[in-house]
């Protein structure tokens, strides 16, 4: 394993580019985190379970790699159905926040400002356009709702090892183009439904990784460095023993 991580940059892989020297880096980040949980449900890493999905590759796709800020935010959605689904989930993902705290970086890129979004109005447009029917849903103002809501919800590099964690395949079918907090709620249903999701999966998504006054539900590249730097320090560790 160290000789085949040998000369690897964790920065510069890219989904779509090195998929699987992405999937064995994050395996091997779960593994080296569950070795350092003392207790616990997973003081081991299960890799009974792992190789149970990963067996189901024929038929069912195995493991994949899940956008954390979803990959194809910005395409344009086509299908009517699939935009209200998408409406009912945002909707519900989102009716408990009342606003969101976004770090943005001034001219000097060298010190941080805070802005807070209040969605007050977002939700009332949202409620608004779940009322219409597949046949007269205005397509063109969901696309721009929809990219709004994601100007809100992340604003992060889409491809880098950084965006990226370990999910079978099933359940990353089950995320699509979701919001953060969507995708957030999401995952924690499904543990709850008794499906294996990765620890650090699950804790990239309940912002394990990220500072300390970092919302819940905005993934931010402050999130995302953050993120990075843990895989690299367990990484870094791993080579260096």
């Not at 949980?37 to 189901?56: L, S, T, V, W």
């Not at 993902?93 to 807070?116: A, F």
Request: some cysteine; overall charge positive; proline content about 4%.
């Amino acid at each position: 394993m160290k000789d085949t991580l040998k000369g690897i940059k964790l920065d510069e892989l890219k989904y779509g580019e090195d998929d699987d020297t992405i999937k064995m880096v994050l395996l091997l980040f779960n593994v080296l985190t569950c070795e350092k949980i003392a207790d616990g449900m997973y003081n081991r890493f299960p890799f009974d379970r792992y190789n149970e999905i990963a067996k189901e590759r024929r038929s069912r796709g195995g493991w994949s790699l899940e956008h954390i800020f979803a990959q194809n935010s910005r395409d344009p959605m086509k299908d009517p159905k699939a935009a209200l689904h998408w409406l009912a989930d945002t909707q519900k993902s989102i009716k408990n926040i009342s606003s969101v705290i976004k770090t943005i970086k001034n001219d000097s890129q060298s010190e941080q400002e805070k802005s807070e979004i209040d969605l007050t109005k977002l939700k009332v447009q949202i409620e608004k356009m779940q009322q219409s029917h597949p046949n007269t849903l205005d397509m063109d103002a969901f696309n721009n709702l929809k990219n709004k809501v994601n100007n809100i919800f992340g604003e992060v590099d889409r491809h880098p090892l950084s965006n990226l964690a370990l999910l079978s395949t099933v359940d990353n079918s089950t995320l699509n183009n979701a919001v953060f907090p969507t995708k957030r709620n999401r995952i924690i249903e499904l543990e709850k439904e008794g499906r294996f999701i990765p620890p650090c999966t699950r804790n990239v998504f309940l912002k394990f990784y990220s500072p300390s006054d970092s919302q819940p539900y905005y993934w931010s590249r402050n999130d995302q460095d953050a993120y990075l730097a843990q895989i690299k320090k367990m990484i870094n560790d791993f080579m260096k023993n």
